[in-house]
């Protein structure tokens, strides 16, 4: 069944003009991520019933004919119970990682990588890749592999420039104590190359470190998310050099196939394994309907043939529960969050929020909880802080460092969070 929802528009720059592409019973519309405000092209065949903007916690969504069993994580704003210390700002950027010593890396879009010592003095880290930096590309995430302490390796994705537009890829190097890059080679690339779209492009090691899981956004083109010849719009399982990890789903059949762990993703902004070895990932959707998922080996999670929201045109997309044999989310959001990065809290400075994934919500502006029990997750609160969050991370202490999101030619402060 086609439903129609209400939602709040998403607040920030377009991230690229929309695609027209028929895929389901009802024609789809492409659009932004939800990080962005849309535009509009095309027709629908049917005019789409109004809808009405509310408040992102309005109490009444005006949502119609929804499912009566819901996962909804909205939750109204709570006042944060931590202190927020500025302490360093930078351009545009995206993601950060702490290094055992407690120094930071931090990722700038246009394609920086800064090295930010544990006596606050930052320095550019010399020979990272040239990146595309329009829309949502550019240099993304960073990852500290857990063997850092003696191999000093550490991996970058990032939107690589090819003849054809770009292409999410994914390199490795080792970072030299002087500041340096040393032999980086690009280990992996998605193909297809093109211009614009979600790159996704976190990076997260498997508990025994032995391997790696990539996420792929579907650079808004809809169909790659299904198609499974393409790596856009999946979560990969890589070797540490870039293959297909052994014991994939599909590792018989060679090709993109072989490195696949789930597909039907839309924009993949965070993941996280539990210790109880569950995998996590939250994700953007379209006008409403962002996602924290709990991933499994082989399953499709439904990208773009069903959300909980619906097409920037207005155009509706069938709820999830019309397809009880695609992977349905642990938790929605509809109005959105615009998710960014995601952690998992295990320190001593919180005791409240240990076991707990805290979520950088972009266009909500806030930092969202969520509680987990075996595969079941719960909304705990949504700490309003007034600024587009990007990133959190753990600090060796237990705080909580906050990169906010900066707007192309403006600065994006970093926050060290402490208990009231």
Not at 14 to 25: D, I, K, Q, S
Request: neutral net charge; contains cysteine; hydrophobic residues 40%.
């Amino acid at each position: 069944m086609l439903v129609c929802r209400a939602f709040t528009a998403c607040t920030p720059m377009m991230e690229n003009a929309m695609r027209f592409a028929p895929l389901t019973a009802a024609l789809l519309f492409a659009g932004s991520a939800c990080s962005a405000a849309p535009q509009q092209s095309g027709q629908s065949a049917t005019s789409p019933a109004p809808l009405k903007t509310l408040p992102r916690n309005a109490p009444d969504y005006g949502v119609v004919n929804m499912p009566a069993t819901t996962g909804r994580a909205n939750l109204p704003d709570s006042a944060p119970p931590f202190a927020m210390a500025p302490i360093g700002t930078f351009e545009q950027p995206f993601a950060m990682a702490f290094l055992p010593d407690g120094g930071l890396l931090v990722t700038e879009k246009p394609g920086h990588l800064k090295w930010r010592a544990t006596d606050g003095t930052v320095r550019d880290i010399a020979g990272v890749p040239a990146v595309e930096s329009k829309g949502q590309g550019g240099l993304l995430d960073v990852a500290v592999t857990p063997d850092f302490a003696s191999s000093r390796l550490i991996y970058l994705s990032y939107a690589e420039p090819r003849p054809d537009g770009s292409s999410l890829a994914l390199a490795r190097a080792r970072l030299d104590p002087a500041g340096k890059l040393d032999g980086l080679a690009v280990i992996w690339r998605a193909g297809s190359d093109g211009i614009g779209g979600q790159f996704g492009a976190n990076i997260l090691f498997a508990p025994d470190g032995k391997s790696l899981f990539l996420s792929s956004g579907e650079r808004q083109r809809f169909a790659p998310a299904q198609d499974l010849d393409q790596a856009l719009g999946k979560i990969l399982h890589l070797t540490l050099d870039g293959n297909p990890a052994p014991g994939n789903p599909m590792a018989a059949a060679g090709g993109v196939k072989a490195a696949t762990w789930s597909t039907g993703h839309r924009n993949p902004y965070g993941m996280v394994f539990t210790p109880d070895g569950r995998l996590w990932e939250e994700e953007m959707g379209p006008r409403g309907g962002d996602e924290l998922n709990l991933v499994l080996p082989g399953r499709n999670y439904g990208w773009p043939i069903v959300s909980n929201g619906d097409n920037y045109s207005g155009v509706p997309i069938p709820d999830h529960p019309s397809r009880p044999d695609l992977e349905a989310p642990k938790l929605w959001w509809n109005p959105v969050i615009s998710p960014g990065g995601m952690m998992l809290y295990s320190g001593k400075m919180f005791p409240d929020w240990r076991g707990s994934l805290l979520i950088a919500a972009l266009s909500g502006k806030a930092i969202v909880r969520i509680t987990l029990d075996g595969d079941k997750a719960t909304p705990a609160a949504t700490y309003a802080v007034g600024m587009r969050v990007r990133d959190l991370a753990q600090a060796l202490d237990g705080a909580v460092w906050l990169l906010e999101d900066g707007e192309r030619g403006s600065g994006g402060r970093l926050f060290r969070l402490s208990p009231k």
